[in-house]
């Protein structure tokens, strides 16, 4: 598995427990109805509900390095209902319609991934579970409580606040309040991935890996996707590519690229785990600008991710340095949050790029000027959900069947910042500023019932976005 931006780093832990299969890249001049770039869960599962929905298309996928090597195979494995931007900004910005149809797609996007493990045999250690929302301080039991209010506003499914014996089950000690909801998924992101794309190719799909794209032109009525040694043309050209898409990035005002980092222990013995205080079922987050979040292994190591995220520079020793630094901060605080572990071996650390817009909200639609060509990404830490209902949607519109287009991030624009000066600057202050705000409010390892943390957490703008109608363009067959 070759390590590409994160060669100073050590591999997921998913990714050691399994042989590297061999690779085919591209490596001649092909033609195809439909050529996804991205072999993420978000291109893989659109590649997926195109051949479900018509399987008369030619589909290939090209993977710049190999599948499991971006985002989704460095993430925690958790498909868990939500959307970033905050509820009541959704409802001012949307309506409440708009607002309940994006929640209820974070749901259904769960429940549609799955369906697709369940029929397609797709071992992965898929395991139901709940994801508990975790607060330290009144004013975060305020905001939970604000945020369960609009849920229910809404019409929506709404979790119950748990009491303290079923708090510390499901978290741990040490949390003021907490609610879970009940129908997150847990899962091996990698063995998702190389199973997911055994089937695409059992079903007809081309995939490529080591296939590194290095342009899309779309100057005549079929666009043209070049990688080093092979180009395709095809009538429809997807970009999943989300924090990885570099160059090729349509929206580079306003997609932008997020590191965050994990780190695994080995895994525990019987004392160990009966030590935590913690039942070890599902996913954990606490409400913080730059929350911890954990769960456990299908092989009982604690995965724990968190800290200050960062945005990538040109400067790769930069990038290591500041990495490095949110490690052993990450592993502080798992120490802290879990005191029993204080020698326990962490057997892996490592980080991943995502995507988000200063809205909070993905993009997803074709691209101003360029012909048959779309992208699909910044889903700001709910890729699992969102991505699996965008591809689900997507296929029902390929076969004259759409699915309601009407969501919001069915778009082909977001408010941006123009300059990438601006950006980087700007981004970068307003990510101190959060961390600095974590701090002031007494972070974990120096947490009490009175510390007072906040949790915007948002790149949020008060400039609406108006969803685009008509984004997908149905291609003949």
């Given amino acids: ?55 008369d298309l030619s589909v290939i996928v090209l993977e710049a390095e190999q599948i499991g090597a971006g985002a989704t195979g460095r993430s925690t494995g958790v498909a868990s209902p939500g959307v970033s931007m905050p509820l009541a900004t959704l409802r001012r910005k949307y309506g409440d319609r708009a607002a309940a149809r994006a929640y209820n797609a974070s749901i259904s ?20 579970g ?49 609610f879970s909801y ?14 997911l794309a055994e089937v695409l190719k059992r079903r007809g799909a081309a995939v490529y890996e080591n296939s590194r794209v290095q342009s899309v032109t779309s100057n005549s009525a079929r666009p043209a996707v070049y990688t080093r040694d092979g180009r395709i043309q095809s009538q429809m050209v997807v970009l999943a590519t989300d924090g990885y898409s570099g ?14 980092h994990l780190l695994a222990t080995r895994p525990l013995e019987p004392a160990e785990l009966a030590g935590l205080g913690w039942g070890g079922q599902g996913m954990v987050y606490d409400q913080r600008n730059f929350f911890n979040y954990y ?32 490690q052993l901060r990450v592993e ?35 691209v101003k000027g360029r012909n048959g060509v779309y992208f699909a990404g910044g889903w700001g830490g709910h890729g699992f959900s969102l991505c699996t209902d965008v591809a689900w949607r997507f296929g029902r519109m390929l076969a004259a069947d759409p699915a309601p287009l009407d ?32 701090h002031l409010g007494k972070a974990l390892n120096n947490v009490s019932p009175s510390a007072v943390p906040t949790n915007s957490g948002s790149f949020d703008m008060d400039r609406p976005i108006q969803p685009e109608s008509g984004v997908w363009s149905p291609i003949s067959s």
């Fill in 130 to 178: 709940p994801h508990t929302t975790t607060a330290f301080s009144a004013r975060a039991q305020r905001r939970m409580s604000a945020h369960l209010r609009h849920l229910s506003e809404l019409g929506c499914e709404t979790p119950r606040w748990h009491d303290t014996e079923e708090l510390i089950h499901a978290a741990g000690q040490g949390y003021r309040c907490g």
């Fill in 295 to 326: 769960r456990m292994t299908a092989d009982k190591r604690i995965l724990f991710g968190g800290g200050r995220v960062t945005i990538p520079t040109r400067h790769p020793q930069t990038d290591a340095a500041a990495s490095r630094a949110i």
């Fill in 182 to 195: 009940p129908d997150a998924l847990l899962l091996d992101p990698y063995r998702l991935l190389t199973g």
């Fill in 407 to 438: 969501l919001p991030w069915y778009r082909n624009s977001a408010h941006g910042i123009p300059t990438s000066v601006l950006r980087n600057v700007g981004v970068r202050a307003y990510l101190r500023a959060l961390d600095v705000s974590d």
């Fill in 332 to 366: 502080r605080e798992l120490k802290v949050r879990f005191p029993s572990l204080q020698d326990v071996t962490i057997d892996a650390r490592w980080s991943g790029l995502t995507a988000s817009t200063y809205d909070r909200l993905p993009v997803v639609g074709p």
């Fill in 1 to 55: 598995m070759t390590q590409g931006m994160h060669s100073h780093e050590d591999n997921p832990i998913w990714w050691s427990a399994h042989a590297v299969p061999e690779v085919q890249p591209l490596e001649a001049n092909r033609t195809a109805d439909i050529v996804v770039v991205g072999g993420g869960l978000a291109g893989l599962a659109i590649a997926y509900f195109v051949i479900e929905s018509r399987p």
């Fill in 109 to 128: 996007g769960i429940a549609r991934l799955r369906e697709l493990i369940v029929a397609e045999g797709i071992e992965c250690d898929a395991l139901n």
């Fill in 247 to 260: 160059a090729l990035n349509p929206l580079q005002s306003s997609v932008v690229p997020v590191r965050t």
